[in-house]
C-alpha cells in the first residue's frame, strides 16, 4: 500500500509540474509568447509611435503609471502619447525575466529600458531605466498589459 501511495504522489508532482493553462500552454510556450508580444510591442512602437503601441497593447481597463498619475483605458492611453510635445522619440525595451502566474493568466516582465528624443524646444534628452510591465491572459488568447 505504501509503494501504491508513493507512486501516486510522484505521479502527482510531475503532473503539477507540467501545468499547462486552458488553452494548453506548457509553461515555456506561454514564457516564449510573453517574449514575443514585448517583441512585437517594441516593433510596433519604432513603426507607428508611442499612441498606437501602448493603446494597442493595453487591456481595455490596462493602465500607465505616468508623472504620478495612474491613466486608465485604451482611449486614455492614446491622448497621453498623442501629445506631440516630442519629436524623434526613440523608445527601446527588453525584458530581461518573464514570470507567469501557475495558472497562466498573468505575467509580469521587467528589463532594461532606452528613451531619447527632442522637445519641441529643440532640447535633446535621453534617459535609462527599468521596466516592469504586467500581463493579462486575454479570451481571445492574446495577451494585454494591464499595467505599465
Known amino acids: 500500500m505504501k509503494h501504491h501511495f508513493s507512486l501516486l504522489v510522484t505521479l502527482l508532482i510531475i503532473s503539477c509540474a507540467c501545468t499547462s493553462n486552458k488553452a494548453g500552454l506548457t509553461r515555456e510556450e506561454a514564457t516564449q509568447q510573453i517574449y514575443e508580444v514585448e517583441q512585437a510591442f517594441n516593433d510596433m512602437l519604432a513603426k507607428e509611435g508611442r499612441a498606437a503601441a501602448f493603446a494597442h497593447f493595453a487591456a481595455e481597463d490596462g493602465g500607465i503609471q505616468?508623472?504620478?498619475?495612474?491613466?486608465?483605458?485604451?482611449?486614455?492611453?492614446?491622448?497621453?502619447?498623442?501629445?506631440?510635445?516630442?519629436?524623434?522619440?526613440?523608445?527601446?525595451?527588453?525584458?530581461?525575466?518573464?514570470?507567469?502566474?501557475?495558472?497562466?493568466?498573468?505575467?509580469?516582465?521587467?528589463?532594461?529600458?532606452?528613451?531619447?528624443?527632442?522637445?519641441?524646444?529643440?532640447?535633446?534628452?535621453?534617459?535609462?531605466?527599468?521596466?516592469?510591465?504586467?500581463?493579462?491572459?486575454?479570451?481571445?488568447?492574446?495577451?494585454?498589459?494591464?499595467?505599465?
Open 66 to 148: 505616468r508623472n504620478g498619475k495612474m491613466i486608465i483605458g485604451k482611449d486614455s492611453i492614446f491622448a497621453f502619447y498623442d501629445d506631440k510635445t516630442s519629436i524623434n522619440v526613440k523608445l527601446t525595451w527588453k525584458p530581461d525575466r518573464v514570470d507567469i502566474s501557475d495558472d497562466f493568466t498573468l505575467a509580469s516582465t521587467w528589463g532594461k529600458f532606452e528613451y531619447s528624443g527632442t522637445r519641441q524646444n529643440g532640447e535633446h534628452f535621453q534617459s535609462t531605466g527599468i521596466f516592469h510591465t504586467v500581463w493579462k491572459h486575454q479570451p481571445d488568447g492574446s495577451w494585454r498589459y494591464v499595467y505599465d
